[in-house]
């Protein structure tokens, strides 16, 4: 079956501290796995995904396939990375398999 | 360029009525995808339609069923409403089935409440 578990559902940091969000997925292929961000008031949105490579604000994350994770990770948390963070995976379908996300709260 | 849109915003129905949401995908995008969260929950597919024909359904009953139309909006209908259909349901649009490019545009979601 294709899972994918965020384990914590609030990580509160102080500004200027590392940010770890965790991922781990279950999914016995080659996933796609993506991490979505939802600002307070706005719309779901794509942070990165692993195939691209990127760092977007800041943010970077890397798939271990040993592991089965892939977690979100920032050096210096900003009062501004405050959001809902989503984890979602893609299999051999065009569906994405959502976690039940972590709540970043991040205070000056 | 527009973004996805979504209506109604807010709804609210009794347990047994039918409800029918609207979705206008992102210009030049023809994919749609359907999703519910509900409360402290993740987003769930629902099902996708490409080119006005489904593509893949999630674990949802018969009583959710779509239509996407040759503009590529989309309706969501679902029949004999049940109290645990309260959620927000998404719609998500894409150029093309799967995620070679950008990947999804999620619209702002309708959150129906069944009383």
């Known amino acids: 079956a294709q899972r994918v578990t965020q384990p914590e559902k609030l990580l509160s940091v102080f500004k200027g501290a590392p940010v770890e969000l965790k991922c781990n997925y279950s999914?016995?292929?080659?996933?796609?796995l993506f991490w979505y961000v939802q600002y307070s008031r706005q719309r779901l949105q794509l942070l990165l995904r692993?195939?691209s490579r990127e760092s977007i604000k800041g943010f970077t994350a890397d798939l271990n396939k040993g592991e089965t994770s892939f977690h979100l990770k920032k050096p210096f948390a900003q009062e501004e990375d405050s959001a809902m963070y989503y984890c979602?995976?893609?299999?051999?379908?065009?569906?994405?398999?959502f976690g039940t996300g972590t709540r970043l709260q991040v205070f000056p | 360029e527009t973004g996805v849109t979504q209506s109604p915003t807010h709804l609210i129905k009794t347990r047994g009525q039918q409800v029918t949401l609207r979705c206008s995908s992102q210009?030049?995008?023809?994919?749609v995808s359907w999703y519910q969260q509900a409360l402290g929950q993740g987003p769930q597919f629902i099902f996708q339609?490409?080119?006005?024909?489904?593509?893949g359904r999630g674990n949802f009953p018969p009583r959710f069923s779509g239509l996407q139309f040759p503009n590529y909006s989309s309706e969501l209908n679902v029949n004999a409403l049940e109290l645990d259909d309260s959620a927000l349901y998404l719609c998500a649009s894409s150029l093309n089935r799967g995620f070679f490019d950008s990947g999804y545009t999620f619209g702002s979601g309708t959150r129906l409440t069944v009383v």
């Open positions: 999914y016995s292929g080659s996933p796609e």
């Open positions: 339609y490409y080119r006005e024909e489904e593509n």
């Open positions: 692993h195939i």
């Open positions: 210009s030049g995008h023809n994919t």
């Open positions: 979602a995976l893609s299999g051999d379908t065009d569906k994405l398999i």
